[in-house]
């Protein structure tokens, strides 16, 4: 109705769940990275929980558009149930046979010895089993211990079912009754959604009003926006039906601002009394301070794809309810890809503008770098020592850290020259770019599927002493390293976790066109390449989209982004270029794994 008269092509503020709208803020990217976190962490229970309306559906939904192709998902939305049909619920959606072994009366036992032979054969084809319980605040007693029953079943390394309740705060008070203290102990990580901040409203607004395609300048100023974000209290669902509300009566009064006013007649329409003045002090409280993480003792920091996605690095987790810490650097942990580091220019102290830093050969990169010579012939390779642990990483000491640099620079054919601290200038005059992320996982390192410098932490003389090392190659028992001076190693992937801490660099090739940092969404001859490779990548599978160019290049991006499993920003950031390099083909060294 108001649409057109605000400039807009659609009603930006529906309720419904049109995944045009996808907003994470950065608690929401937390929330994420705590179920990505949660794929691969050796079983348990992942929660997740908040009010009505913060957006956990919104998390939810984003999360098994990630899950890889390797883990079954069984999900379940109505857990009033009892445990027997809980039981039954769970097997049908894992696609398991069950059948009562004295016919008429179907046991608990019935259904758990099937589901536990799918779960172990599942285990050893290398899949994992992911069991999503959504509205879990509605969970019996009785049920929510037979869901800790379920989580005994495991082998000698890892428990074979990975746990995720998602509820609204009345599932945080459940785990917390000291009946449930068994179960609280198997919670290897919980996040509490909690609503937008001031800052995040505003966004959350803008964000709405761009996809819808305001051509003009916004309907909402600065005061409208706080008077939103104090009568909604900050839930993205009561922002949207207040937003809406707003625009109407402001439609109605034919202004095209909508005054604080208008803003709360509209509250007073749309809210009742109670539920206004709840959010007011939710407001008031500081509720909307940031979300605390509860990670377990000993466990990795989340180490996770940079946007959409990824699994955090196999360790061994303690279990513990956790302890209590600050999500200080967990959002970037859930980005889409992590932002390349920033590229100093020559004249930047430690990079001397006349220092010849890079040779490139005109030859192709190899596909994939030579394995270590531990390797056997069948792929596979014996673990080092603890002594040839210990030397490896006394010669990488010794070395500050260039030589490590020059080992990656070989596997692109590249030769480094000089000793600059940071050869990434040079190497961006040259085409090549370089990606860092200091939150990475393997499974982002799996998806790059490049040989990357990793940052390595080992513990001399009770210090912490940090040192480089390039990942050659990866499979799923082991990871192949070589340092400076020709020295390789071959490790457990569960011993690199208490080296390595989720600090990656990796180049990539950028397209001629981006060379010279063109934007990829301003430049006009990055627009036509980034149409090019989309349009090939996606082929038959892109869904027809209308409207301006741009915004059918930022719908065919999300399809991209789906289709490789990152978060959907639509945004062409760096490990979306590189994947779709990757689509077209472009030649660059591989991660051997063993075989």
């Given at each position: ?18 995944p ?12 994420l990275a705590?179920?990505l ?19 956990k ?9 990630q899950i ?8 379940i939305?109505?857990p ?7 039981l039954r ?7 398991v ?25 599942s ?15 509605n969970?019996a007693p ?12 495991e082998?000698s ?10 509820g ?5 008070a ?13 919670v ?8 937008l ?18 051509k ?10 706080q ?55 939710r ?15 000993g466990?990795?920091?989340?180490a ?8 955090a690095l ?11 810490a ?5 959002s ?24 010849p ?52 620079a ?14 990434c200038p ?16 393997l499974?982002?390192?799996r ?17 912490p ?14 990871a ?9 190693l ?8 208490s080296?390595?801490h ?10 001629k ?44 991006i ?10 959907p ?6 490990l979306?270029?590189?994947?779709l390099n990757r689509?077209?083909?472009v ?6 794994t063993?075989?």
């Amino acid at each position: 109705m108001y649409a057109s008269f605000f400039g807009l092509e659609h009603q930006p503020f529906s309720i419904a769940p049109d995944p045009r709208y996808l907003f994470m803020s950065d608690r929401h990217r937390e929330a994420l990275a705590h179920l990505l976190y949660g794929l691969d962490a050796g079983g348990g229970f992942v929660l997740l929980t908040g009010e009505v309306g913060t957006g956990k559906t919104t998390v939810c939904r984003c999360f098994l558009e990630q899950i890889p192709a390797h883990c079954n998902v069984a999900y379940i939305f109505n857990p009033k149930l009892t445990v027997l049909e809980l039981l039954r619920s769970i097997c049908d959606e894992f696609g398991v046979a069950h059948a009562a072994s004295v016919p008429g009366s179907e046991t608990v036992k019935d259904c758990i010895d099937p589901l536990n032979a799918f779960l172990l054969e599942s285990h050893a084809r290398g899949r994992n089993n992911v069991l999503i319980i959504d509205e879990a605040q509605n969970l019996a007693p009785d049920v929510l211990e037979q869901l800790r029953l379920l989580t005994n079943l495991e082998t000698s390394e890892r428990k074979l079912l990975q746990i995720i309740l998602i509820g609204q705060p009345e599932l945080r008070a459940m785990v917390a009754e000291p009946s449930m203290e068994q179960l609280a102990q198997r919670v290897i990580a919980r996040y509490h959604l909690d609503a937008l901040s001031l800052g995040e409203t505003r966004q959350y607004v803008a964000h709405r009003l761009n996809v819808a395609g305001l051509k003009g300048p916004t309907p909402f100023g600065e005061k409208a926006v706080q008077r939103v974000h104090s009568l909604a209290g900050g839930v993205p669902r009561r922002i949207n039906l207040l937003c809406d509300r707003s625009l109407l009566g402001a439609y109605a009064a034919g202004s095209r601002e909508v005054s604080e006013t208008v803003v709360k007649n509209a509250a007073n329409e749309v809210f009742d009394a109670k539920s206004r003045a709840a959010a007011s002090a939710r407001q008031a409280s500081g509720e909307s301070s940031a979300s605390r993480l509860w990670w377990p003792v000993g466990a990795l920091a989340l180490a996770l794809v940079a946007g959409g996605a990824g699994w955090a690095l196999r360790g061994e987790s303690a279990r513990g309810a956790g302890v209590d810490a600050k999500a200080a650097a967990t959002s970037a942990a859930a980005q889409p890809a992590a932002s390349p580091a920033s590229v100093p220019s020559a004249s930047q102290p430690g990079v001397a503008a006349s220092e010849p830093a890079l040779a490139a050969s005109s030859e192709t990169p190899s596909a994939a770098p030579a394995m270590p010579a531990k390797t056997a012939a069948s792929g596979t390779s014996s673990s080092s020592s603890p002594m040839e642990l210990e030397q490896f990483l006394n010669a990488q000491s010794a070395d500050d850290g260039f030589g490590a640099w020059k080992v990656l620079a070989s596997s692109w054919n590249l030769k480094l020259t000089g000793k600059s601290a940071d050869p990434c200038p040079a190497l961006a005059r040259g085409g090549v770019q370089c990606y860092r992320n200091r939150k990475a996982g393997l499974a982002l390192v799996r998806q790059l599927n490049r040989p990357v410098l990793l940052t390595l932490v080992a513990n001399r003389d009770g210090q912490p002493v940090k040192v480089s090392a390039v990942l050659e190659g990866l499979n799923e028992e082991e990871a192949w390293l070589e340092g400076v001076n020709g020295s390789q190693l071959v490790i457990p992937v569960s011993e690199l976790a208490s080296l390595w801490h989720g600090e990656i660099t990796t180049f990539w090739r950028a397209p001629k066109v981006l060379a010279e940092g063109a934007d990829p969404m301003s430049n006009p001859n990055a627009q036509a390449w980034l149409d090019e490779q989309l349009a090939r990548s996606l082929g038959a599978k892109a869904k027809s989209t209308s409207g301006k160019p741009a915004t059918v290049r930022r719908e065919r991006i999300r399809q991209f982004q789906l289709a490789q499993g990152i978060t959907p920003d639509g945004q062409p950031g760096p490990l979306t270029l590189m994947l779709l390099n990757r689509a077209a083909g472009v030649t660059e060294p591989r991660l051997r794994t063993g075989a």
